[in-house]
């Protein structure tokens, strides 16, 4: 319940009071779990990966990466992709050696 109480800086109508309902979900989508699909061998010093997550169709998602799991900042890998279907993905292409971790973000 929410009363308004006098003010000189204003007016109050009538009523001077209302039920006022707030609904607040602090629930987040579970975030998508990144799975590796495939490596293949390309040439001697690279590898592709091609990587896919459960998504919900028409959803946007970009994936990020980074080669050092203490750094600070995610680099975003390619554009964001758009889900045709309940499963998403894109690939990378990575020296032999290199070490990455990645996430998927939702975008709004």
Do not use: C
């Not at 003010?7 to 009071?17: C, E, M, N, R």
């Not at 080669?67 to 890998?77: E, F």
């Amino acid at each position: 319940m929410v009363t308004l109480a006098a003010d000189a800086a204003y007016v109050i109508g009538s009523p001077g009071s209302a039920t006022v309902d707030i609904e607040d979900d602090d629930r987040q989508p579970a975030a998508p779990k990144i799975r590796l699909v495939a490596a293949d061998f390309m040439t001697s010093s690279n590898h592709v990966l091609v990587l896919s997550w459960n998504a919900t169709t028409g959803q946007r998602y970009q994936v990020q990466h980074k080669s050092d799991w203490t750094a600070a900042g995610w680099i975003d890998l390619g554009t964001p992709v758009t889900a045709t279907n309940v499963v998403a993905g894109t690939s990378d292409v990575i020296q032999a050696d290199e070490l990455r971790f990645y996430r998927v973000v939702l975008l709004p």
